[in-house]
């Protein structure tokens, strides 16, 4: 196996492509799994915001397709109790993440801390599956309908439940929504339903993702060679998340890529250069997180193909899903221009690739409001960086300000 993955020669050069992304594949999920060895439920976000003395209510977000999406609220901050808040906040995390992406470091360096600290009502989601949102009315976890779902749900189903509830709780009109990774590309596809764009004041995108053609993320080319219908054999139609035994299969790896396997955030995101090194071992309580092998296979269609569109089925497949051979692409061009957009992005992001950047910003029908560039960022300093505080995160407050002043 080591063999292959230094390139010896191979008596058929199909089979040796394929044969070597399906073993980059099992050896970094294998890594992957070493790094994630644990027994019982996922931390909870709830716990690290009261740990720090900040209050902290734990809500549910129904769905239409019976999905119970936990919702953690900051409802004010340490200092601004009884005061009026300026605006509702919701934040969506990214890929293999969860709300608690957002909660990692310190108040002072943790976005949602100070949004809350600045009079902000902050509400955090977590998609369907991620670990946290685990419980569905018509399934459960060990029956592959549970696991029947990629980001398109996550744009049409979540995204909205998660904004009515807020809403409704709040009574708001309309929410500020930030998303990360894919709360990003969920947002790209979700807001292009008017009902649901008509429910947010701005939309910020941190790491924004819509097309993925250029990624450097090793995992999703080697995922990309292989067809979807060779994925789902290789790791089934469930849960994204790798046994202990796997980490058997592949016990030398390590010590032929340590550079990979010494933290494994980096095999999802690539490497985010601002990372406090000494809170590595913290950061791994609670990341990485689950999703589904066919969310994973969508990004890996979109790594394939450089389109950004429903999960393709196959022919016969898309017929039966959408009444046409090949699925529907989703037209950027239709983004409402009502909604003022804010990308922050990084040069160095190995999933939202610079130039997939750039072909996101073409395709749009209008100028972001406002796009900042991080020229040493990693997809995920935006959130652990901690120099994001007086990087980025004060740019921020000033666009929510401006959102919710009107």
């Not at 799994?33 to 915001?49: E, S, V």
């Not at 998660?162 to 947002?187: D, F, M, N, P, W």
């Not at 609670?286 to 589904?292: A, D, G, K, L």
Request: glycine share 8%.
């Amino acid at each position: 196996i080591l063999g292959l993955l230094l390139g010896e020669s191979f008596y058929c050069h199909e089979r040796q492509t394929k044969m070597k992304s399906i073993i980059v594949v099992v050896a970094l999920l294998a890594s992957f799994a070493a790094a994630k060895l644990r027994d019982g439920p996922m931390p909870d976000t709830y716990d690290i915001i009261t740990g720090y003395g900040y209050p902290c209510e734990q809500h549910y977000a129904p769905t239409p397709d019976g999905w119970l999406l936990s919702v953690q609220r900051i409802p004010y901050g340490l200092k601004n109790k009884g005061q009026p808040k300026k605006g509702v906040v919701f934040f969506q995390h990214g890929l293999t993440d969860s709300s608690a992406g957002v909660t990692l470091n310190n108040p002072s360096e943790s976005l949602s801390f100070i949004m809350a600290d600045a009079g902000y009502d902050v509400w955090l989601g977590n998609n369907r599956g991620n670990g946290l949102s685990m419980n569905n009315t018509r399934y459960n976890s060990s029956q592959p309908e549970f696991w029947d779902f990629s980001w398109d749900e996550m744009a049409a189903i979540d995204l909205p439940s998660h904004l009515s509830y807020v809403r409704g709780v709040t009574g708001a009109k309309q929410v500020s929504y930030i998303g990360h990774s894919e709360g990003t590309i969920q947002a790209f596809a979700g807001f292009l339903n008017p009902e649901t764009a008509a429910m947010a004041n701005i939309f910020i995108a941190l790491a924004p993702v819509a097309y993925v053609g250029n990624v450097e993320v090793k995992l999703f080319q080697a995922m990309a060679k292989l067809d979807t219908d060779l994925l789902f054999e290789i790791l089934g139609i469930h849960e994204f998340y790798i046994p202990h035994a796997v980490d058997s299969l592949l016990p030398g790896f390590c010590d032929f890529e340590p550079k990979i396997c010494s933290f494994a955030l980096q095999i999802l995101g690539g490497p985010f250069p601002h990372m406090n090194s000494s809170r590595a071992d913290y950061y791994l309580n609670y990341e990485p997180n689950p999703t589904s092998v066919k969310n994973m296979a969508h990004w890996a269609q979109g790594v394939r193909t450089g389109t950004f569109q429903k999960f393709d089925y196959g022919a016969k497949g898309n017929q039966q899903h959408y009444g046409q051979p090949t699925p529907p692409q989703y037209d950027l061009s239709k983004f409402p221009t009502t909604l003022p957009t804010a990308l922050f992005c990084g040069s160095v992001d190995y999933l939202a690739d610079p130039t997939d950047v750039q072909i996101l910003l073409q395709k749009l029908p209008v100028s972001p409001i406002y796009v900042h560039y991080e020229t040493t960022y990693g997809h995920l300093d935006p959130l652990l960086s901690p120099e994001a505080n007086v990087r980025i995160y004060p740019l921020i407050l000033n666009l929510l300000d401006k959102a919710n002043s009107k």
